[in-house]
């Protein structure tokens, strides 16, 4: 079938080259020449494990193209739109001005029957709102939301735990759709078909339960900080049930990315749009919770050098909002680096993938890209990315060899705190004694 992404993102870049990878005519489009310039010659312009090889193997193949070109989306049956919905500048809200942007200059390349197919997360309502745009063009406006996981995208998108489709009363366009996920509709995957309003909420509510979920074991790591206990244990044994499950539940300096902050936000404002806002009240306390955790590891680390960190050099291990992803939006890992550098320490980060994104954002700061290295002469070291090159392949005994200090502060309970007392270090995890 021939397809057009719109939007090329982390989001749109995967969805293109994994439809093209499973048979599709795809065209993707984006207004930033630079990133279509790379995505067109088969280089993903982020980090994110088998993107290179399908999309090298889908541009080869002729099947996959790129354009900053909108009229190359004619012809296509199905438009996926997959821009960007940031939070806006003041205020929680999502910013649609490049849904509309997209919307607007697709209109006049669309044909009666094409289908437009939304995948950007979107405040509940903003479908109904678009549709008569949509209908005035003859084309059929669906919402089709995402749930990819940076670091997995690739393979959440050509093999995701379930796919939603919200579609208008009376449409068929569910078929369409059914064809292009043809291998997952193969494998049982299931699909649920709904209205668009629904559509749009799944998305927002499942991210909304994954942060509240990350946020109810971070608030357990704050009791269990006063009483002795151990989360990392009680997230264990809470976990072997299976209504709870383990997944989500690693306390730590909490969730960041291009998502779930700016995702619980956004329906916070849009339930009181709704008049709802009570509904939702407890994201609130979600984000609270969320944004105390950095703080506290920054806490953690000061008292671990007696009680400041002016002129010490602090090796922070992580910039990337989590393992596997070069992207550093709302990271709490750069987070404590700037909240240590502002207190006067002489901070040094080091990551395998985000150097590059987090000193354009954060020029201040000192960037090493060789582990070791950063770690030469460190007071303190502070792990807030649990990349497998810090929390396995980093023995306590081999650190011992490179720094000043013997200060850990384990920012996502990564390490085993026996090893490192033993190596005579100072271990401070979160939520454990
Ligand atoms: C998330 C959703 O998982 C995905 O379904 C949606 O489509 C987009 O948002 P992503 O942003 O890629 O995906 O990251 P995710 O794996 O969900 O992690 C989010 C954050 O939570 C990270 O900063 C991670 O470190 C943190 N996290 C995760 C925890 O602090 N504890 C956990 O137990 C799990």
């Not at 193997?57 to 190359?72: C, Q």
């Not at 990819?148 to 489709?165: M, N």
């Not at 002016?310 to 709302?330: C, E, M």
């Not at 590059?356 to 582990?371: F, S």
């Amino acid at each position: 079938m021939r397809l057009s992404v719109i939007g090329c993102g982390y989001l749109g870049a995967v969805h293109a080259a994994a439809m093209a990878s499973i048979g599709h005519e795809v065209v993707g489009i984006d207004v930033d020449p630079h990133k279509i310039d790379a995505l067109a010659h088969g280089r993903a312009p982020f980090f994110e494990p088998g993107l290179p090889e399908i999309l090298a193997e889908g541009v080869a193949s002729g099947r996959l193209t790129f354009t900053t070109d909108m009229a190359a989306a004619e012809g296509a049956k199905v438009h996926f739109v997959a821009v960007g919905t940031p939070q806006q500048e003041r205020s929680h809200a999502a910013d649609l001005t490049y849904v509309n942007a997209a919307i607007d200059a697709l209109l006049p390349h669309l044909s009666p029957g094409d289908i437009v197919a939304g995948k950007s997360t979107v405040p509940v309502g903003t479908a109904a709102s678009l549709t008569p745009r949509i209908e005035s063009a003859g084309a059929t406006l669906v919402w089709n939301p995402e749930f990819l996981r940076e670091g997995w995208a690739v393979q959440d998108t050509i093999d995701p735990d379930r796919l939603v489709v919200g579609i208008p009363a009376g449409s068929d366009a569910a078929d369409t759709l059914r064809e292009v996920y043809h291998p997952a509709i193969a494998k049982s995957t299931p699909f649920i078909v709904t209205d668009l309003a629904t559509a749009e909420l799944v998305k927002v509510a499942a991210n909304a339960f994954l942060a509240t979920k990350i946020s109810f074991i971070n608030a357990m790591a704050e009791i269990a900080e006063v009483t002795g206990a151990d989360v990392t244990q009680l997230a264990e044994a809470i976990g072997h049930d299976d209504r709870i499950g383990r997944k989500f539940l690693g306390a730590g300096i909490g969730f960041g990315g291009g998502c779930l902050p700016k995702d619980i936000r956004a329906f916070s404002a849009r339930a009181e749009e709704l008049g709802r806002g009570e509904s939702v009240a407890f994201l609130r306390e979600v984000d609270e919770i969320n944004l105390r955790r950095r703080e506290r590891a920054v806490q953690l680390v000061i008292s671990g050098l007696g009680g400041s960190v002016y002129g010490k050099k602090v090796t922070v291990l992580g910039a990337a909002f989590k393992p596997h992803s070069d992207d550093i939006r709302d990271s709490p890992a750069l987070d404590t680096a700037v909240r240590l550098h502002g207190l006067g320490a002489e901070v040094v980060v080091t990551d395998p993938e985000a150097i590059e994104n987090a000193r354009r954002i954060h020029p201040q700061l000192t960037y090493v890209d060789d582990r070791d290295t950063a770690l030469a002469g460190a007071e303190a070291v502070l792990l807030v990315t649990e990349w497998d090159e810090y929390r396995r392949r980093m023995p306590a005994s081999h650190v011992s060899t490179l720094t000043a200090g013997r200060v850990i502060v384990d920012g996502r309970n990564a390490l085993d705190p026996a090893e490192w007392r033993g190596a005579g270090w100072a271990y401070f995890g979160m939520g454990r004694p």
